[in-house]
Protein backbone atom coordinates (compact mmCIF):
# COMPACT_ATOMS: atom_id res chain seq x y z
CA UNK A 1 0.00 0.00 0.00
CA UNK A 2 1.33 3.11 -0.85
CA UNK A 3 0.46 6.64 1.53
CA UNK A 4 0.66 10.52 1.49
CA UNK A 5 0.19 10.11 -2.84
CA UNK A 6 -0.24 13.97 -4.49
CA UNK A 7 -3.55 14.06 -5.93
CA UNK A 8 -1.95 13.31 -9.55
CA UNK A 9 -0.42 10.06 -8.58
CA UNK A 10 -3.45 9.12 -7.21
CA UNK A 11 -5.94 9.78 -9.95
CA UNK A 12 -3.35 7.45 -12.20
CA UNK A 13 -3.56 4.90 -9.66
CA UNK A 14 -7.13 4.80 -9.39
CA UNK A 15 -7.36 5.21 -13.50
CA UNK A 16 -5.26 2.22 -13.84
CA UNK A 17 -7.93 -0.08 -11.83
CA UNK A 18 -10.43 0.39 -14.27
CA UNK A 19 -11.54 -0.53 -17.41
CA UNK A 20 -15.25 0.49 -19.26
CA UNK A 21 -17.53 -1.77 -18.52
CA UNK A 22 -20.00 -3.61 -21.38
CA UNK A 23 -22.34 -1.95 -23.36
CA UNK A 24 -26.15 -2.39 -24.29
CA UNK A 25 -28.36 -0.58 -26.37
CA UNK A 26 -30.75 2.23 -25.15
CA UNK A 27 -33.63 4.23 -26.79
CA UNK A 28 -32.74 7.27 -27.24
CA UNK A 29 -35.48 8.53 -24.68
CA UNK A 30 -33.84 6.79 -22.38
CA UNK A 31 -29.97 7.69 -22.81
CA UNK A 32 -29.54 11.08 -21.47
CA UNK A 33 -26.72 10.99 -18.87
CA UNK A 34 -25.50 7.85 -20.70
CA UNK A 35 -22.14 7.71 -22.30
CA UNK A 36 -21.42 6.74 -25.70
CA UNK A 37 -19.61 3.10 -26.33
CA UNK A 38 -19.36 3.81 -30.08
CA UNK A 39 -19.14 6.73 -32.55
CA UNK A 40 -22.55 8.24 -34.24
CA UNK A 41 -22.65 8.67 -37.72
CA UNK A 42 -25.68 10.21 -39.51
CA UNK A 43 -28.29 7.78 -41.24
CA UNK A 44 -29.54 11.00 -43.06
CA UNK A 45 -29.34 14.46 -43.91
CA UNK A 46 -30.52 17.20 -41.36
CA UNK A 47 -32.75 19.18 -42.18
CA UNK A 48 -33.97 15.89 -44.42
CA UNK A 49 -35.02 18.43 -47.44
CA UNK A 50 -34.53 21.82 -48.53
CA UNK A 51 -36.97 24.21 -46.92
CA UNK A 52 -38.01 27.63 -46.43
CA UNK A 53 -35.98 30.27 -44.25
CA UNK A 54 -38.97 32.32 -44.77
CA UNK A 55 -42.63 32.74 -45.40
CA UNK A 56 -43.02 33.89 -48.71
CA UNK A 57 -42.85 32.75 -52.38
CA UNK A 58 -40.74 29.99 -53.99
CA UNK A 59 -39.89 30.43 -57.62
CA UNK A 60 -36.68 29.28 -59.78
CA UNK A 61 -34.27 31.91 -60.78
CA UNK A 62 -33.35 33.02 -63.71
CA UNK A 63 -31.55 36.12 -65.49
CA UNK A 64 -34.88 37.79 -66.25
CA UNK A 65 -36.06 38.56 -62.83
CA UNK A 66 -35.84 42.14 -61.77
CA UNK A 67 -37.90 44.48 -59.63
CA UNK A 68 -41.37 45.30 -60.63
CA UNK A 69 -40.96 41.60 -62.57
CA UNK A 70 -44.93 39.68 -61.97
CA UNK A 71 -45.23 36.18 -61.71
CA UNK A 72 -48.32 34.13 -61.12
CA UNK A 73 -48.93 31.97 -57.97
CA UNK A 74 -49.85 28.86 -58.99
CA UNK A 75 -49.49 26.73 -55.91
CA UNK A 76 -49.19 26.96 -51.76
CA UNK A 77 -46.65 24.44 -49.87
CA UNK A 78 -47.23 24.91 -45.82
CA UNK A 79 -44.60 22.99 -43.34
CA UNK A 80 -45.57 19.59 -43.30
CA UNK A 81 -46.67 19.25 -47.52
CA UNK A 82 -44.84 16.42 -48.83
CA UNK A 83 -43.41 16.34 -52.31
CA UNK A 84 -44.64 18.77 -54.78
CA UNK A 85 -43.15 20.09 -58.03
CA UNK A 86 -43.60 23.37 -59.96
CA UNK A 87 -41.02 24.84 -62.93
CA UNK A 88 -42.81 28.05 -63.66
CA UNK A 89 -44.36 30.81 -61.77
CA UNK A 90 -44.38 31.11 -58.07
CA UNK A 91 -45.70 28.75 -55.03
CA UNK A 92 -46.61 30.41 -51.60
CA UNK A 93 -44.78 28.93 -49.06
CA UNK A 94 -44.06 29.04 -45.19
CA UNK A 95 -40.99 29.09 -43.21
CA UNK A 96 -40.05 25.03 -42.72
CA UNK A 97 -41.74 23.63 -45.86
CA UNK A 98 -40.03 21.66 -48.25
CA UNK A 99 -38.95 23.48 -51.28
CA UNK A 100 -41.23 22.61 -54.72
CA UNK A 101 -38.57 20.37 -57.11
CA UNK A 102 -37.56 22.55 -59.64
CA UNK A 103 -37.88 26.18 -57.49
CA UNK A 104 -34.78 27.30 -55.85
CA UNK A 105 -35.04 30.39 -54.54
CA UNK A 106 -37.55 32.24 -52.02
CA UNK A 107 -38.62 35.55 -51.84
CA UNK A 108 -39.40 36.92 -48.36
CA UNK A 109 -43.37 38.35 -48.08
CA UNK A 110 -41.58 41.83 -47.57
CA UNK A 111 -39.75 42.04 -50.90
CA UNK A 112 -42.89 41.60 -53.14
CA UNK A 113 -46.24 43.03 -53.57
CA UNK A 114 -49.52 41.14 -54.31
CA UNK A 115 -50.99 42.29 -57.34
CA UNK A 116 -53.96 40.24 -57.31
CA UNK A 117 -56.07 38.01 -54.89
CA UNK A 118 -58.97 35.50 -55.33
CA UNK A 119 -61.56 35.45 -53.48
CA UNK A 120 -60.67 33.60 -50.29
CA UNK A 121 -57.62 36.75 -50.20
CA UNK A 122 -54.89 33.77 -51.36
CA UNK A 123 -52.28 35.76 -53.63
CA UNK A 124 -53.07 35.24 -57.65
CA UNK A 125 -50.51 36.80 -58.85
CA UNK A 126 -47.25 39.08 -57.13
CA UNK A 127 -44.55 41.43 -57.97
CA UNK A 128 -41.00 41.88 -56.81
CA UNK A 129 -39.58 44.52 -55.35
CA UNK A 130 -36.37 43.85 -56.57
CA UNK A 131 -34.15 40.87 -58.34
CA UNK A 132 -33.56 38.21 -55.98
CA UNK A 133 -30.55 36.82 -55.57
CA UNK A 134 -30.27 32.69 -56.56
CA UNK A 135 -30.94 30.10 -53.75
CA UNK A 136 -31.73 32.99 -51.56
CA UNK A 137 -33.04 31.86 -48.01
CA UNK A 138 -33.26 28.52 -48.56
CA UNK A 139 -31.98 25.54 -45.95
CA UNK A 140 -30.28 23.18 -48.06
CA UNK A 141 -31.10 19.27 -47.43
CA UNK A 142 -28.13 18.28 -44.98
CA UNK A 143 -27.13 21.53 -44.89
CA UNK A 144 -26.80 21.16 -40.51
CA UNK A 145 -25.48 17.86 -40.81
CA UNK A 146 -24.50 15.21 -43.85
CA UNK A 147 -25.83 11.98 -44.25
CA UNK A 148 -22.75 9.81 -43.11
CA UNK A 149 -20.69 12.57 -41.20
CA UNK A 150 -19.44 11.78 -37.79
CA UNK A 151 -21.34 13.62 -35.10
CA UNK A 152 -20.34 12.14 -31.89
CA UNK A 153 -17.63 10.25 -30.64
CA UNK A 154 -17.28 7.48 -28.17
CA UNK A 155 -16.73 8.56 -24.54
CA UNK A 156 -19.11 11.48 -25.31
CA UNK A 157 -21.79 11.97 -22.43
CA UNK A 158 -24.97 12.42 -24.38
CA UNK A 159 -26.63 15.92 -23.00
CA UNK A 160 -29.81 17.49 -23.67
CA UNK A 161 -27.94 19.10 -26.55
CA UNK A 162 -26.54 16.23 -27.88
CA UNK A 163 -29.97 14.37 -27.86
CA UNK A 164 -31.48 16.83 -29.82
CA UNK A 165 -29.18 16.30 -32.45
CA UNK A 166 -29.41 12.51 -32.77
CA UNK A 167 -33.24 12.82 -32.73
CA UNK A 168 -32.90 15.25 -35.78
CA UNK A 169 -30.94 12.93 -37.75
CA UNK A 170 -33.03 10.01 -37.26
CA UNK A 171 -31.36 7.69 -34.61
CA UNK A 172 -33.58 5.69 -32.49
CA UNK A 173 -31.00 3.53 -30.21
CA UNK A 174 -27.97 4.28 -28.95
CA UNK A 175 -24.83 1.80 -27.82
CA UNK A 176 -23.85 3.38 -24.33
CA UNK A 177 -21.66 1.67 -21.69
CA UNK A 178 -23.44 0.30 -18.79
CA UNK A 179 -23.95 2.51 -15.57
CA UNK A 180 -21.42 1.56 -12.50
CA UNK A 181 -22.91 0.57 -9.96
CA UNK A 182 -22.46 1.71 -6.32
CA UNK A 183 -23.60 1.23 -3.24
CA UNK A 184 -23.11 3.77 -0.03
CA UNK A 185 -22.36 3.55 3.64
CA UNK A 186 -22.01 6.50 5.77
CA UNK A 187 -20.47 5.01 9.30
CA UNK A 188 -21.28 6.48 12.63
CA UNK A 189 -24.13 6.29 15.14
CA UNK A 190 -24.04 10.00 15.41
CA UNK A 191 -26.48 10.01 11.89
CA UNK A 192 -29.82 10.52 11.98
CA UNK A 193 -31.36 9.67 8.53
CA UNK A 194 -34.74 11.60 9.35
CA UNK A 195 -34.64 15.15 7.79
CA UNK A 196 -36.08 17.73 10.11
CA UNK A 197 -35.41 14.95 13.16
CA UNK A 198 -35.36 16.54 16.78
CA UNK A 199 -31.42 15.49 17.58
CA UNK A 200 -30.12 13.74 20.68
CA UNK A 201 -27.40 15.37 22.39
CA UNK A 202 -24.26 14.19 20.66
CA UNK A 203 -26.01 13.43 17.48
CA UNK A 204 -26.08 15.15 13.96
CA UNK A 205 -28.06 15.36 10.81
CA UNK A 206 -26.67 12.59 7.84
CA UNK A 207 -25.85 15.54 5.07
CA UNK A 208 -22.89 13.49 3.66
CA UNK A 209 -25.43 10.14 2.19
CA UNK A 210 -28.67 11.98 0.32
CA UNK A 211 -26.04 14.48 -1.19
CA UNK A 212 -23.58 11.92 -2.12
CA UNK A 213 -26.04 9.56 -3.28
CA UNK A 214 -27.24 12.02 -5.35
CA UNK A 215 -23.69 13.34 -6.66
CA UNK A 216 -23.08 9.94 -7.68
CA UNK A 217 -26.07 9.77 -9.85
CA UNK A 218 -25.60 12.74 -11.96
CA UNK A 219 -22.38 11.17 -12.24
CA UNK A 220 -23.33 8.56 -14.53
CA UNK A 221 -23.50 5.84 -11.55
CA UNK A 222 -26.56 3.60 -10.40
CA UNK A 223 -26.18 3.90 -7.08
CA UNK A 224 -28.12 0.52 -5.68
CA UNK A 225 -28.06 0.64 -2.36
CA UNK A 226 -27.71 3.42 0.89
CA UNK A 227 -27.21 2.72 4.36
CA UNK A 228 -26.21 3.98 7.47
CA UNK A 229 -24.21 1.68 9.78
CA UNK A 230 -22.83 2.38 13.79
CA UNK A 231 -19.89 1.92 14.55
CA UNK A 232 -19.51 -1.80 14.36
CA UNK A 233 -17.01 -3.49 11.97
CA UNK A 234 -19.08 -6.22 12.09
CA UNK A 235 -22.13 -4.65 10.38
CA UNK A 236 -19.87 -3.48 7.77
CA UNK A 237 -18.24 -6.53 7.05
CA UNK A 238 -21.44 -8.33 6.22
CA UNK A 239 -22.86 -5.29 3.97
CA UNK A 240 -19.22 -5.20 2.16
CA UNK A 241 -19.40 -8.98 1.77
CA UNK A 242 -22.70 -8.70 -0.16
CA UNK A 243 -21.57 -6.14 -2.32
CA UNK A 244 -18.75 -7.99 -3.26
CA UNK A 245 -20.58 -11.52 -3.78
CA UNK A 246 -22.92 -9.21 -6.35
CA UNK A 247 -19.88 -7.99 -8.23
CA UNK A 248 -20.96 -3.91 -7.72
CA UNK A 249 -18.61 -1.76 -9.34
CA UNK A 250 -17.79 0.70 -6.21
CA UNK A 251 -18.63 0.58 -3.02
CA UNK A 252 -18.18 4.42 -1.03
CA UNK A 253 -17.96 4.69 2.96
CA UNK A 254 -18.11 7.33 4.60
CA UNK A 255 -16.44 8.25 8.45
CA UNK A 256 -14.27 5.62 9.97
CA UNK A 257 -10.79 5.73 8.01
CA UNK A 258 -9.03 7.99 9.67
CA UNK A 259 -6.74 7.18 12.99
CA UNK A 260 -8.96 7.09 15.56
CA UNK A 261 -10.60 3.94 17.99
CA UNK A 262 -14.05 3.12 15.76
CA UNK A 263 -11.93 4.13 12.51
CA UNK A 264 -12.02 0.31 11.21
CA UNK A 265 -12.90 0.52 7.61
CA UNK A 266 -8.93 -0.34 6.56
CA UNK A 267 -8.79 -3.61 8.88
CA UNK A 268 -12.71 -4.60 8.08
CA UNK A 269 -11.20 -4.14 4.13
CA UNK A 270 -7.90 -5.79 4.99
CA UNK A 271 -10.36 -8.79 6.88
CA UNK A 272 -12.14 -9.21 3.42
CA UNK A 273 -8.95 -9.66 1.61
CA UNK A 274 -9.07 -6.17 -0.36
CA UNK A 275 -5.47 -4.46 -1.58
CA UNK A 276 -5.49 -0.89 0.15
CA UNK A 277 -3.85 0.99 -2.56
CA UNK A 278 -3.37 4.21 -0.99
CA UNK A 279 -4.81 5.51 2.11
CA UNK A 280 -3.62 9.82 2.75
CA UNK A 281 -2.94 12.13 0.47
CA UNK A 282 -0.94 15.35 0.20
CA UNK A 283 -4.17 16.76 -0.21
CA UNK A 284 -6.78 19.14 2.21
CA UNK A 285 -9.01 18.56 3.30
CA UNK A 286 -9.47 14.74 2.55
CA UNK A 287 -6.34 13.66 3.74
CA UNK A 288 -7.21 10.54 5.47
CA UNK A 289 -9.04 9.02 2.14
CA UNK A 290 -8.42 5.17 1.28
CA UNK A 291 -8.75 3.49 -2.32
CA UNK A 292 -8.49 -0.24 -2.72
CA UNK A 293 -9.96 -3.05 -4.84
CA UNK A 294 -11.44 -6.25 -3.90
CA UNK A 295 -13.47 -9.11 -4.57
CA UNK A 296 -13.83 -9.55 -8.43
CA UNK A 297 -12.13 -6.43 -9.20
CA UNK A 298 -15.03 -4.08 -7.25
CA UNK A 299 -13.26 -0.46 -6.18
CA UNK A 300 -13.49 0.56 -2.99
CA UNK A 301 -13.25 4.57 -1.81
CA UNK A 302 -13.32 5.32 2.17
CA UNK A 303 -14.30 9.38 2.52
CA UNK A 304 -13.67 11.19 5.73
CA UNK A 305 -16.58 11.77 7.17
CA UNK A 306 -16.41 15.75 7.55
CA UNK A 307 -19.01 16.72 4.75
CA UNK A 308 -16.99 18.75 2.91
CA UNK A 309 -13.59 16.21 2.87
CA UNK A 310 -16.23 13.52 1.56
CA UNK A 311 -17.34 15.86 -0.67
CA UNK A 312 -14.07 16.41 -2.30
CA UNK A 313 -13.54 12.98 -2.28
CA UNK A 314 -16.15 12.13 -4.38
CA UNK A 315 -15.81 14.66 -6.42
CA UNK A 316 -12.06 13.69 -7.59
CA UNK A 317 -11.59 10.72 -6.91
CA UNK A 318 -14.27 8.58 -7.12
CA UNK A 319 -15.96 10.64 -9.92
CA UNK A 320 -13.20 10.11 -11.98
CA UNK A 321 -13.36 6.13 -11.47
CA UNK A 322 -17.05 6.76 -12.65
CA UNK A 323 -15.87 8.79 -15.77
CA UNK A 324 -12.87 5.75 -16.64
CA UNK A 325 -15.19 2.90 -15.95
CA UNK A 326 -17.80 4.91 -18.53
CA UNK A 327 -14.97 5.21 -21.35
CA UNK A 328 -14.74 8.69 -20.40
CA UNK A 329 -11.48 10.89 -21.07
CA UNK A 330 -10.03 12.75 -17.89
CA UNK A 331 -11.69 15.90 -16.98
CA UNK A 332 -9.97 18.84 -18.07
CA UNK A 333 -9.77 21.56 -15.85
CA UNK A 334 -10.42 25.70 -16.87
CA UNK A 335 -7.22 26.92 -16.02
CA UNK A 336 -8.75 30.53 -14.24
CA UNK A 337 -6.41 33.99 -12.30
CA UNK A 338 -7.09 34.37 -8.73
CA UNK A 339 -8.63 37.36 -8.33
CA UNK A 340 -6.72 38.07 -5.22
CA UNK A 341 -3.75 35.99 -3.28
CA UNK A 342 -4.03 33.36 -1.17
CA UNK A 343 -1.57 31.67 1.26
CA UNK A 344 -0.62 27.82 2.04
CA UNK A 345 1.06 25.56 3.80
CA UNK A 346 3.19 23.83 1.27
CA UNK A 347 3.13 19.71 0.66
CA UNK A 348 -0.52 20.07 0.24
CA UNK A 349 -2.75 20.66 -2.43
CA UNK A 350 -5.64 22.92 -1.17
CA UNK A 351 -8.89 21.60 -2.78
CA UNK A 352 -10.50 25.23 -2.17
CA UNK A 353 -14.37 26.48 -2.39
CA UNK A 354 -14.45 28.99 -4.91
CA UNK A 355 -16.61 31.29 -6.80
CA UNK A 356 -16.27 32.70 -10.00
CA UNK A 357 -16.51 36.51 -11.02
CA UNK A 358 -15.57 38.89 -13.83
CA UNK A 359 -13.03 41.75 -13.27
CA UNK A 360 -13.57 45.19 -14.74
CA UNK A 361 -12.78 44.36 -17.87
CA UNK A 362 -15.53 41.88 -18.02
CA UNK A 363 -12.60 38.78 -18.04
CA UNK A 364 -13.38 35.51 -15.78
CA UNK A 365 -11.35 34.89 -12.49
CA UNK A 366 -11.39 32.57 -9.47
CA UNK A 367 -12.43 33.91 -6.05
CA UNK A 368 -11.80 31.85 -2.56
CA UNK A 369 -14.26 32.05 -0.25
CA UNK A 370 -13.87 32.37 3.68
CA UNK A 371 -14.86 29.53 5.69
CA UNK A 372 -12.85 26.53 4.16
CA UNK A 373 -12.89 24.25 7.15
CA UNK A 374 -14.00 21.00 6.14
CA UNK A 375 -16.59 20.87 8.91
CA UNK A 376 -18.30 24.16 7.08
CA UNK A 377 -21.10 23.27 4.46
CA UNK A 378 -22.32 26.98 4.09
CA UNK A 379 -19.93 28.65 1.98
CA UNK A 380 -20.67 25.93 -0.88
CA UNK A 381 -23.79 27.70 -0.87
CA UNK A 382 -21.82 30.70 -2.70
CA UNK A 383 -19.77 28.61 -4.50
CA UNK A 384 -19.62 27.29 -8.17
CA UNK A 385 -16.25 25.69 -8.23
CA UNK A 386 -13.26 23.87 -6.64
CA UNK A 387 -10.01 25.74 -7.01
CA UNK A 388 -6.49 23.61 -6.67
CA UNK A 389 -3.97 25.56 -5.33
CA UNK A 390 -0.87 23.25 -6.08
CA UNK A 391 1.08 21.11 -3.57
CA UNK A 392 4.27 22.86 -4.00
CA UNK A 393 3.67 25.97 -3.37
CA UNK A 394 3.11 28.67 -0.43
CA UNK A 395 2.17 31.67 -1.66
CA UNK A 396 0.25 32.81 -4.81
CA UNK A 397 0.44 36.49 -6.41
CA UNK A 398 -3.05 37.44 -7.20
CA UNK A 399 -3.63 36.68 -11.15
CA UNK A 400 -1.63 33.68 -10.61
CA UNK A 401 -3.49 30.80 -12.93
CA UNK A 402 -4.96 27.87 -10.93
CA UNK A 403 -6.86 24.29 -11.96
CA UNK A 404 -10.61 24.96 -11.66
CA UNK A 405 -13.39 22.31 -11.45
CA UNK A 406 -17.21 22.45 -11.32
CA UNK A 407 -18.26 22.02 -8.06
CA UNK A 408 -20.29 18.94 -9.21
CA UNK A 409 -19.63 16.26 -12.07
CA UNK A 410 -20.83 18.19 -14.94
CA UNK A 411 -22.10 21.48 -13.29
CA UNK A 412 -22.47 24.52 -14.55
CA UNK A 413 -19.38 26.60 -12.85
CA UNK A 414 -20.63 30.19 -14.57
CA UNK A 415 -24.30 30.80 -13.32
CA UNK A 416 -24.21 33.14 -10.46
CA UNK A 417 -21.46 35.03 -12.16
CA UNK A 418 -20.48 38.17 -10.40
CA UNK A 419 -18.27 41.68 -10.63
Known amino acids: ?51 SAMDGFALRWHDGLAGATTLPVLAEQAAGDGIAGQSDGACSIMTGARIPDGL ?29 ARGQHVRHAGEDVAAGERVLEAGTRLDEE ?33 DGAALAPGQ ?11 LFADAGAEVVERVTLADEPDAF ?27 FVPDVLRAAGAELRFHKLKMRPGK ?67 ALAL ?12 GQESFKTAPLLAARAWAVLPEDAAELAAGTHVPVYPLRPGGAPFDGLTR
Open 359 to 370: DADGRLQVRLLQ
Open 162 to 194: ALLVLRGIGIGTVAVHRRPRLALACTGRELVDT
Open 204 to 214: IANTNGPYLQR
Open 104 to 132: DTVVPVEECRVVARDGEGRPLVIALAHAP
Open 288 to 354: PLLFATAGRGTLVFGLPGNPVSSTVGARVFVDAALRALAGRAPEPALLLPLAAAARKKPGFSMLQKA
Open 1 to 51: MKTMLSVDDALALIRDCCAPLGTEQVPLADAGGRVLAAPVDAPRDLPPFAN
Open 237 to 263: ATWLARWLDAGIELVVTTGAVSMGRYD
